[in-house]
């Protein structure tokens, strides 16, 4: 990675950005279910219609490339961080289901325009060889974030109280926001301008960003749900998991980001994608418990896998001038998969049984791991990015 000052101090803003938006939003997603029904004393339809809401700036997400014309990539990264504060303070006040919808969608709006936006900086201030690396450190920053945030809650929430530490903590949130928004004036090193702009050649990308969404829902809409179904494990068993799966991923995401860098995106993808046929395949025909504990673990460890999608669009990209547009259209495709595949998901388990959905996942995994072939690189330029106009 290029070791000027203005790289270092992205690189900086980066960890600073990424640790406030995943603490944040781990409180809120560890308090939300007993906030809302406690508290806002809503049920299963209306838990529904929230996480629906939830998922609207997700297909919003193309928007970042527009947004991009006027706003640098680090401002809008700022921004983001004070409206997922200020929605998470406001979740805490809501004591009515279109309140919260309204907190929720302006929770949400934050978080997802701050992800394509911090992975478009490390894309345009990274080196081709050094951007894996950099992903997986800041994954495991979130994850480390994640387990910050879960001890917080399971220390503070009983004292406190859902109102208390949601103020508490998205007060704390917006604070770092405000703090980021001037340095995002002096973050030198990204290109002038920005383009949006879609093509023909990058449409491996496109398609390869839909079946992994695709494959991502159908795992965490089913999985659980058949745990959980078939048998009857505990809220406080799933707590757990999750909380596994963030403690591993502190580890394993700067694993897979040395993975990727070294043995490059097609090889690492395919090896994942393979390995993602078998956890599916197990799902639909293993009936042992600690397996599918195991199963679901590794599929959280296969999702990191996914930075290599990301690394290789900075590496068939045109130019930086297109990597923003792109990459939130990425997030665009993703969450049309997330609104899509689980309808479809859930029609083929009513229809077919509890297999059905598992099998299907494998299909999916399957047609990624034949396209993944059809990755080509072009040898690394020797410049990432024009250098920024002073």
Known sequence: MNDSPDTRRMMIYLVVSNFLLYFGFQVWQTLFNNFAVESVKIGPAEVGLVQAVREIPGLLGFL?????????????????????????????YSTTLP???????????GFHFFTPSTSAVVLMVARQSEAPRALGRLGSLGALAAVAATVVVYLLARPWGYQVLFAAVGLAVVIGGVAL??????????PMN??????????LYYVLSFLLGSRRHIFSTFAIYLLVREYQISVQTTAMLFLVNSVINIVTLRWVGQLVSR???RITLSVAFAALTLVF?????IPSLPVLYVLFVLDNIFIGFNLGLTTYFQKIAMSPEEITSNVSVEQTINHIAA??????????????????????????????????????LAPEPTAVVRPAAS
């Open 64 to 92: 970042v490339g527009f947004l991009a014309l006027y706003l640098s990539e680090v401002r809008i990264m700022a921004l983001s961080i004070i409206l997922m504060g200020v929605g998470i303070v406001a979740t805490g």
């Open 99 to 109: 309140v919260l919808l309204i907190t929720t969608f302006v929770m949400s709006f």
């Open 181 to 190: 928004w001037p340095l995002g004036g002096r973050a030198g090193g990204l």
């Open 194 to 203: 920005r383009r949006v702009t879609l093509r023909r050649r990058y449409w």
């Open 263 to 265: 043995f490059g995106e």
């Open 281 to 285: 395949m197990g799902y639909a025909y």
């Open 339 to 376: 609104i899509v595949i689980p309808v479809v998901g859930g029609t083929v388990w009513a229809v077919y049984g509890s297999q059905a959905p598992f099998l299907f996942g494998a299909l999916i995994v399957l047609a990624a791991l034949v396209l993944t072939q059809f990755m080509r």
